[in-house]
């Protein structure tokens, strides 16, 4: 039974049996045919847990019913239901993407891969993934949970994240695919992958692939897949001024290609290290401002992982006597109505709320 050939066989027809008998997994993006909702869902499950994800789907659906809908949305209100999912050039990507297709290809969602492909912020799993749940054309998704579902049955020790891993894994996938039905066959190795073959604890004794699985005979199950890099994580200070005048507060949108593009935020000194107030007040960012203060206070601190960076943020909080002119014209002066209505960082936006800004 363990050729290679016969080990394949084994590994298609298992999976698809278990998703048609046993599979229990469900989401409201299961068995859709919309590619916009299909779409939607994968752009929010990038880097997001379901559970975490769900909420987000399902109120994009109910604002966004359509991608006319969804490409009509102003910028802000857009952001500001994305808040809190991160990784906003998501959201940026998808806005724009919305619009291409509303106002370029005539409000229709291209229907083959190649055209799909093409949609910015679509690389190949969510090209895959659209193309096969909505169309049903023969294309296998490749994700992290299809990388360990493969590597550990297969045996493959090759890191999952090199050039020459992301070809054996890719054509694996497609070789081991299922083309009369791929939706079936694409839903039920991610729902494996994310319910029984799962990172540290997978369910060997009632996987049905078990039988023919390398990792689970020799005893490989928690050291695949193999990762070649291990991501570096470096760690960021900000300082924020919060600028506080006539009742209202300065903030600022972010621009350009670092952290948390099109987000707003209150005046930003980044500095190496953390800083008293004491520093603070000698930094020659902060005196190039020549504010005119009655009170200034540190307010609190909070810190905010993503994958590459963690964010160590000090709040400072500045009542100002007049207002300053050193600032950039592109901020505003926000009051409490309007600064609920703006799209923050999660960790700026914990502050503000903890400090009934709004
Ligand atoms: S037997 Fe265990 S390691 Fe192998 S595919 Fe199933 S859950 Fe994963």
């Known amino acids: 039974m363990n050729t290679p050939d016969n080990r394949k066989k084994h590994f298609t027809t298992h999976l698809v049996s278990w998703h048609h008998n046993d599979n229990s997994r469900s989401l409201p993006w299961k068995s859709e045919k919309d590619p916009y909702r299909i779409w939607l869902s994968e752009i929010i499950l990038q880097q ?128 081991l695919l299922d083309t009369g039905n791929s939706p079936g066959y694409n839903q039920a190795i991610m729902d494996l992958g994310a319910t029984v073959c799962t990172p540290r604890n997978p369910s060997c004794t009632s996987c049905p692939l078990q039988r023919n699985c390398i990792a689970y005979h020799q005893g490989l199950t928690l050291l695949l897949p193999v990762r070649s890099k291990k991501i570096q994580v470096a760690t960021r200070y900000f300082n924020y001024l919060l600028l506080e005048y006539n009742g209202a507060l300065w903030v600022n949108k972010r621009t350009g290609q670092d952290i948390w593009a099109s987000l707003h935020e209150p005046y930003l000194i980044e500095t190496e290290a953390p800083i008293t107030l004491e520093v603070l007040k000698a930094n020659a960012a902060f005196l190039a401002l020549g504010l005119s203060y009655a009170n200034i206070n540190f307010s609190g601190a909070g810190t905010q992982k993503l994958t590459h960076r963690i964010i160590k943020s000090s709040f400072f909080t500045i009542s100002l006597n007049t207002m300053p002119s050193g600032l950039p014209e592109a901020g505003i002066w926000a009051a409490p109505d309007g600064l609920a209505k703006i799209a923050f960082p999660k960790t700026v936006l914990s502050f503000l709320k903890n400090n009934l800004y709004f």
């Open 48 to 175: 997001t847990r379901a559970a975490q994800g769900l909420p987000y789907y399902l109120k994009f659906t109910t604002d966004y019913p359509t991608i006319a809908a969804l490409a009509a949305a102003p910028d802000e209100e857009v952001f500001r239901a994305w808040q809190g999912l991160g990784y906003y050039n998501r959201c940026k990507n998808m806005l724009a993407t919305a619009r291409y297709i509303a106002n370029e290809l005539g409000g229709v969602f291209p229907r083959d891969y190649e055209g799909i492909v093409a949609l910015k912020g679509i690389g190949p799993y969510t090209a895959a993934a659209i193309a096969s749940f909505a169309y049903g054309l023969p294309h296998a998704v490749v994700d992290g949970n299809v990388y360990r579902v493969l590597s550990r049955y297969f045996g493959i020790e090759t890191p999952f994240d090199t050039t020459e891993g992301k070809k054996i894994f890719a054509s694996l996938a497609t070789e």
